[in-house]
């Protein structure tokens, strides 16, 4: 089966600039994550997708990131006006159904860097 | 809400050694556990993981973990560890039911010794 995809695996943008993050889940999974991880940190929850619809943006910093998860399949993170401490990696992680217990299978990343 | 705690930011160990990673959790609803590995520029890949039944859990690559209820632990240990095992592993908790997101410790970095 195939794995989460995630484009691109690098970015660099100067601050204030505009980005965005490509996410295609495995094939069948109706939960999608992006998740946030800060240099030296664990990864934390930004968005979950179940479907199309949102469950839980409560970390997402509405005033700068947006996301959306068009036909319940791929989805776009965007970050609009970039700050230094949005460098960080964004992970995409998608389950076959809604908490932990399904198991998240994740994707390789994109590693951004705000300058 | 749910968070776990891992004690160690990194382990240096020598090969074919053991070695236990720590983790404890803190919830006040039933949980489900998880470990997670990530190589150098991958994403995360799921180690093994407690939802019920036996508190001995055996994963992938010879690791296993013990859920310990009364000491809300979730230590990960290998009998002998590879080179291979030069990793970050990240201990991770949800609740166990409904739209529960999964919250990760802080990871530890497993430094394997020639």
């Known amino acids: 089966e195939a794995g989460v995809a995630q484009s691109p695996r690098y970015k660099i943008i100067e601050k204030r600039q505009s980005v965005a993050f490509w996410c295609n889940p495995i094939?069948?999974?109706?939960?999608l994550y992006w998740y946030q991880q800060i240099l030296g940190q664990g990864p934390k929850l930004l968005i979950q997708?179940?479907?199309?619809?949102?469950?839980?943006d409560s970390q997402l910093p509405k005033d700068r990131f947006s996301a959306e998860r068009l036909k319940g399949v791929d989805s776009t993170l965007k970050i609009q006006p970039a700050k230094l401490e949005d460098s960080a990696v964004y992970l995409c992680?998608?389950?076959?159904?809604?908490?932990?217990?399904?198991?998240?299978?994740f994707g390789s990343g994109t590693r951004l860097t705000v300058v | 809400a749910q968070s776990v705690t891992q004690l160690d930011s990194q382990v240096p160990v020598f090969e074919e050694a053991p070695v236990e990673l720590r983790c404890n959790y803190s919830?006040?609803?039933?949980?489900?556990l998880f470990w997670y590995v990530q190589y150098p520029n991958q994403g995360l890949q799921l180690l093994l993981k407690?939802?019920?039944?036996?508190?001995l859990v055996k994963g992938i690559n010879g690791f296993e973990a013990e859920f310990n209820k009364s000491q809300t632990s979730f230590h990960l240990r290998k009998p002998s560890v590879h080179i291979s095992d030069t990793a970050e592993y990240f201990c991770?908790?949800?609740?166990?039911?409904?739209?529960?997101?999964?919250?990760f410790g802080t990871g530890t970095k497993l430094q394997v010794i020639p």
């Open positions: 407690y939802l019920s039944g036996s508190t």
């Open positions: 992680a998608s389950s076959l159904g809604p908490g932990g217990g399904a198991g998240y299978t």
């Open positions: 919830s006040s609803v039933s949980v489900y």
């Open positions: 997708f179940q479907n199309n619809g949102v469950v839980d």
């Open positions: 094939s069948g999974h109706a939960t």
């Open positions: 991770a908790v949800s609740g166990s039911w409904g739209y529960q997101k999964v919250t």
